[in-house]
C-alpha cells in the first residue's frame, strides 16, 4: 500500500494501491454489455477500490 491522494476521490490516504479501471457499459436492447479496461495505471483508497470496478495493476508499486 502506499501513501498520497486516491487518483479516484482526490482524498489524502495511507492505503492507496495501483489499480486499472474499468468502465462498464451494461447491456441494452441493443446493444450487449461490455468492459473497457484503462491501460493507464491509477491509485485508489479502499472505499474506491470497494465502489468502483477495476482490476489491480500487475505493475510493481513505485
Ligand atoms: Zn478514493
Do not use: I
Not at 8 to 29: F, I, M
Amino acid at each position: 500500500m502506499e501513501q498520497g491522494s486516491c487518483d479516484s476521490c482526490g482524498d489524502d490516504r495511507d492505503d492507496l494501491v495501483a489499480v486499472h479501471r474499468h468502465y462498464v457499459t451494461p447491456e441494452a436492447w441493443d446493444t450487449p454489455g461490455r468492459l473497457d479496461r484503462v491501460d493507464e495505471v491509477e491509485r485508489w483508497c479502499f472505499p474506491c477500490r470497494t465502489h468502483y470496478p477495476h482490476e489491480t495493476s500487475q505493475e510493481p508499486s513505485r
